[in-house]
C-alpha cells in the first residue's frame, strides 16, 4: 500500500507562482511513475505531469514550460512547481503513483488540494 498526502494548495492571483507537495509514505519502493492531474469546475480530470523513477518527464499541453515536476527522493516526496497560474489552472489538483509489481499495475490517488486562480 501507498499513502499520498498533498499539500500546498491555495488562492493566488493571475501571474503569480504557487508549490504542490505529495508525500508518499508505505510501499514506494514499487512506484514506478509519479503524477499530478487535474480536475476544473465541470471539467474531466487531466493530466498535468508525469515522472518516471528514472527521471522523465511529460506534461499536459496547456502547462508546458510553465509548470515543473520534480522529486525529492530523500524526503520521498513530488513536487509541482507552478509559476504564470491561470485562472484556467483553476482545479483540485491530485497526486498519483503507479505501483509495478510484477505484471500487475496499481494506481494510488491523494485526497486532492485545491488551487484557485483569481483576481
Known amino acids: 500500500q501507498v499513502q499520498l498526502v498533498e499539500s500546498g494548495g491555495g488562492l493566488v492571483q493571475p501571474g503569480e507562482s504557487l508549490r504542490l507537495a505529495c508525500a508518499a509514505s508505505?510501499?514506494?519502493?514499487?512506484?514506478?511513475?509519479w503524477g499530478w492531474y487535474r480536475q476544473g469546475p465541470g471539467k474531466q480530470r487531466e493530466l498535468v505531469a508525469h515522472?518516471?523513477?528514472?527521471?522523465?518527464?511529460s506534461y499536459g499541453d496547456s502547462v508546458k514550460g510553465r509548470f515543473t515536476i520534480y522529486t525529492d527522493n530523500a524526503k520521498n516526496t513530488v513536487y509541482l512547481q507552478m509559476s504564470s497560474l491561470k485562472p484556467d489552472d483553476t482545479a483540485v489538483y491530485y497526486c498519483?503513483?503507479?505501483?509495478?509489481?510484477?505484471?500487475?499495475?496499481?494506481?494510488?490517488w491523494g485526497q486532492g488540494t485545491q488551487v484557485t486562480v483569481s483576481s
Open positions: 508505505g510501499s514506494i519502493f514499487n512506484i514506478n511513475r
Open positions: 498519483n503513483a503507479v505501483a509495478v509489481v510484477g505484471l500487475n499495475v496499481r494506481d494510488y
Open positions: 515522472i518516471s523513477s528514472g527521471g522523465d518527464t
